[in-house]
């Protein structure tokens, strides 16, 4: 089996973050989005991966071939971007006839991997939410099968939302839907070719696809629901602080997640924060907080703030969105 994950997109609702760095690349409770997603898989026995890659592409790339050398990577380029359904289309020649667990890039949740894998039918991950008109819905028979996928309906049927994870055994089934779609969209208008329709293609052509409900999911679509997610993640994971490092005359209130190499003097820190590497912190406030790795802090007070890396801060109380390579004196 190989697993897809599509990383193309621009990530538009975390700028100015996205700008220089991939939204899958945003630390996340001492992992990155992306590092979460394929732990997950891997852990269930899954080497074989295909990265959908585009905006800054080279990062996640270079990120990928750093952190997991003992992966089968591959990685293919969607430089238009016409949707999800598009970017899977651009992956059928590396899979061939396998079997396939797409994951979307963002998609951060908590699942029985191994179960959905091991399950003789193809699945698509659903939870139910308060309000699915924003995201692809399945109505789901008594038996588990879905009898229909509806991509962000005016009136839907079902509160049962598409996570945005998805088993598929028959793949030459997925990829003809997938042509199919392709040839009849009309490219001038720029439409994205989306993945549910092409499901709904094959539940309405005879394939057989249950519902996997997963446990808990995670928003990592902008910056409230980033931190939200965050906090949740480190209360699960328990954070981590490299016991190497010394931070003078600080108070660390759990949970909480620093990296390696940080200088942390004269200060408080957490709950709910998540630090990069190498960042320093002197005389300084946080909690509820990501830092980036190489920022430096100095004199400030910070909460429920988005710090990208490479940041300079100096000044005081704000709640702050900041990204890469930033200075800022707010004295």
């Not at 699915?132 to 038996?143: H, K």
């Not at 490219?187 to 005879?206: F, K, P, V």
């Not at 931070?247 to 003097?265: A, L, M, Y």
């Not at 990501?290 to 940041?311: A, H």
Request: hydrophobic content about 40%; overall charge negative; proline content about 4%.
């Amino acid at each position: 089996m190989k697993a897809i994950i599509p990383v193309a997109g621009a990530g538009t609702k975390l700028r100015p973050h996205t700008y220089t760095q991939p939204k899958a690349l945003i630390p996340l409770a001492g992992k990155t989005i992306l590092s979460i997603i394929v732990d997950q898989l891997h852990d269930a026995g899954i080497n074989d991966f295909i990265f959908i890659v585009g905006y800054l592409g080279e990062k996640i790339q270079d990120y990928v071939k750093a952190k997991y050398p003992h992966l089968n990577c591959h990685f293919v380029y969607q430089n238009e971007r016409y949707g999800t359904g598009h970017a899977i289309d651009l992956t059928k020649e590396i899979v061939g006839n396998e079997e396939v667990f797409i994951v979307l890039g963002d998609t951060v949740a908590e699942y029985d991997v191994a179960q959905m894998i091991n399950n003789p039918y193809s699945m698509l991950a659903v939870k139910r939410v308060d309000d699915p008109r924003n995201f692809g819905v399945a109505e789901i028979e008594d038996d588990g099968f879905i009898s229909r996928v509806v991509e962000k309906p005016a009136i839907p049927k079902s509160n049962m939302a598409l996570v945005g994870i998805y088993k598929i055994k028959e793949t030459d089934f997925l990829f003809n839907c997938l042509k199919k779609i392709i040839e009849k969209a009309d490219r001038t208008q720029h439409h994205e070719l989306s993945l549910t329709d092409a499901l709904e293609c094959m539940i309405q052509s005879g394939a057989k696809i249950k519902a996997f409900k997963v446990q808990n999911w995670f928003d990592c679509g902008k910056k409230e629901t980033l931190l939200e997610s965050n906090a949740i993640l480190l209360k699960k994971f328990g954070g981590k602080v490299y016991s190497q490092e010394k931070f003078e005359n600080t108070i660390i209130i759990p949970p909480v997640s620093i990296g390696e190499g940080c200088d942390i003097r004269n200060s408080v820190i957490g709950p709910n924060v998540t630090i990069g590497d190498s960042t320093i912190l002197n005389y300084t406030i946080v909690k509820d907080s990501i830092i980036g790795s190489f920022s430096k802090l100095y004199d400030v007070v910070l909460d429920d703030s988005l710090i990208g890396n490479d940041t300079g801060i100096k000044g005081e109380t704000r709640s702050l969105n900041i990204g890469d390579n930033t200075d800022i004196d707010l004295g």
